[in-house]
């Protein structure tokens, strides 16, 4: 296998980032899982299916839970649906990153005349308002940032974070706000606040947020992009304001940057297929109080390197999940099985990407156990694509009780900024070799 | 005039892509620098100088410069005492102390045989890797090597 370089791709210009570059190791991995494992003893898919099988006769349909990865394809989760449904079993739902489906919950709010960015409308526009750090998230489009920073005098980029980041770096204005009050600086800028109660709130001075607001206003082009992150931050509200800015004229459009690739698509199956399912508290709640005793994972083990989520799934009687590789998860589940996971380029499937576009891809290389795969897909053809951890959900209460505008004010009223760390001076070329050549580091630091 | 690698700060977003492909060529190990600050992770190609220090160092021959003016390490020769990186002016040349080996970028020449250009400035996300010759990156003064992103440092202040 070889990487190479297509520079005639629309999305990405032909340039690979590190994630890009890495995952192709996954594929000829010496350590991959190539057979399923129960406990810690290899079998046969033949031996997997039948434990399977004969497991979930013991239990009753209301004590069977399902989590649907959020990195699966749409054919996936409607798989994975139409089983649960086939199954009888109603604790379906989907896991993702805690900050992406909080995002995914302010989505859900309508309102009307907010268009979704595409490449070519961020590519023309003239302001871009870029909450969180983009740059580190898809480093791919950097070029588009460039292109916006460089194409034509006076073009903006407004970075909202509290940190200095990648991004942060081309800013042509950086609203520095306190940790977690991204949503009321997004809805100061949309004139739903007065600056001054903004100020007091996120720290920004009301000054700059007027600048911000007005060079926004005045772009014949603009995108808001909102990049959830797992700060506590008020996603669902941020995605409000962002869609409430991105309405206020034709021509400016708004784009989530979700980390898991396939989230919006997911959630929409899931909600669509399964409209009363619980949320994901709810869940958890069921197994703490014992009314779900087995666990089907479509995608990888979500509590993998998660300790508070491996406590209580250690309650569990039964476990079904995927992998790349052995994990200390057999060990702590006695009963529990293990099945090889498909990479990326073994999977084919279409994607629901963050444009509202559908990607379709193909399998590259054929995959490993692929064929056994085939004769099992009566009951889990489609556990064999891959997930991240959704792990960090515990710690977060996800809020959709929010319907309309009036109780959004409300709650972004008790928004209260996190603590924030005294930072220290971040200096960019310190002691390097390179600088300290240089006659004006000689200058600034004295020798 | 042969061909070097430039990079624009300007544009440069710290990915680290190119560190990435470079690792996908020469058996996973990246043969390119990279400013060891937390920050800052801009790659520092070598320059391959008209006189270069690292071979004047060198007491086994091990680095060399070629008639096709690049400086290229004969990994056979070197003995890993890290003169070269001491020699370097510009701290390109950084040792891995854990395998003990010396990487040294060598423009990808199994590409550039084939008439084509080195992996990291074919990946680069960002625009900001280009392989030129000397004189069109002097006439071109967007693409200067002391960047505003620099001299902002300079200064004490950003943009």
Not at chain 1, 212 to 221: D, K, Q, Y
Request: charged letters at 20%; hydrophobic letters at 40%.
């Amino acid at each position: 296998m070889a990487l190479d370089y297509d520079k005639s791709d629309p999305v990405n210009l032909g340039a690979l980032c590190p994630r890009g570059h890495y995952n192709i190791e996954m594929v000829n991995h010496p350590g991959r899982l190539t057979e399923p494992q129960i406990g810690k003893r290899k079998v046969s898919w033949e031996e997997a299916v039948a434990f399977i099988r004969q497991e979930l006769k013991l239990f009753n349909k209301e004590e069977i839970g399902c989590l649907v990865s959020c990195l699966l394809s749409n054919e996936s989760a409607l798989a994975a649906a139409r089983l649960a449904q086939a199954l009888g079993i109603k604790n379906i739902l989907t896991a993702g990153a805690a900050a992406d489906l909080e995002a995914y919950e302010g989505n859900k709010w309508e309102v009307p005349g907010a268009n979704l960015a595409t490449l070519e409308s961020l590519e023309q526009s003239e302001a871009l308002l870029v909450v969180g750090d983009i740059l580190s998230r898809a480093p791919v489009l950097s070029k588009r940032l460039n292109k916006v920073k460089y194409g034509k005098r006076g073009n903006k980029i407004i970075v909202i974070d509290p940190n200095s980041t990648h991004t942060s770096w081309f800013a042509t204005n950086h609203l520095v706000c306190r940790p977690g009050t991204e949503a009321v600086v997004l809805a100061a800028l949309a004139g739903e606040l007065p600056y001054p109660a903004a100020e007091n709130i996120s720290g920004v001075p009301a000054v700059k947020l007027q600048q911000a607001a007005e060079a926004f206003r005045a772009a014949t082009a603009g995108t808001v992009i909102y990049v959830p992150q797992s700060k506590k931050q008020r996603s669902d509200l941020a995605v409000y304001y962002a869609k409430k800015l991105a309405a206020a004229s034709d021509n400016k459009r708004y784009l989530v940057y979700y980390l898991f690739g396939n989230t919006l698509g997911v959630n929409t199956i899931i909600d669509r297929e399964a409209p009363d399912h619980p949320t994901y508290h709810e869940l958890l709640a069921k197994i703490d109080r014992g009314e779900i005793k087995s666990l089907l994972m479509f995608g990888e083990d979500i509590s993998a390197g998660h300790a508070e989520l491996q406590k209580r799934f250690r309650m569990l009687k039964f476990v079904v999940f995927a992998g790349h590789f052995e994990s200390e998860s057999p060990a702590i589940y006695d009963n529990s099985i293990i099945l090889p996971l498909a990479t990326q380029f073994e999977g084919g499937g279409s994607y629901l990407l963050a444009d509202g576009m559908i990607a379709s891809c193909q399998p590259v290389v054929p995959g490993a156990g692929s064929e056994t795969l085939a004769k099992i897909c009566g009951l889990l053809a489609y556990i064999n694509v891959g997930s991240q951890d959704g792990a960090e959900c515990v710690g977060r209460g996800l809020i959709s009780k929010i319907k309309n505008e009036g109780e959004a004010l409300a709650e972004l009223k008790t928004i209260e900024p996190a603590e924030s760390t005294p930072g220290k001076p971040i200096t960019y070329f310190g002691n390097n070799h390179l600088v300290s050549n240089f006659f004006w580091y000689q200058v600034n630091k004295g020798g | 005039m042969a061909k070097r690698i430039y990079l624009n700060l300007d544009l440069c977003c710290g990915c680290k892509s190119c560190a990435a492909a470079c690792a996908y060529g020469h058996h996973l190990q990246s043969l390119l620098g990279h400013s060891k600050l937390s920050a800052a992770e801009l790659p520092l190609h070598c320059l391959h100088c008209d006189q270069p220090a690292c071979t004047a160092a060198c007491p086994n021959e091990a680095m060399k410069k070629m008639e096709d003016a690049t400086v290229l390490r004969s990994q056979y020769r070197c003995v890993g005492c890290r003169s070269c990186s001491v020699a370097c002016p510009f701290g390109v040349i950084q040792p891995d102390l854990e395998k003990h080996i010396t990487p040294k970028c060598d423009l990808c020449l199994d590409r550039l045989a084939e008439g084509d250009i080195p992996r990291c400035v074919a990946t680069c996300t960002s625009g900001a890797l280009s392989f030129a010759e000397v004189d069109e990156q002097v006439v071109d003064k967007n693409k200067n090597l002391i960047s505003v992103r620099m001299l902002s440092n300079f200064v004490g202040r950003r943009r």
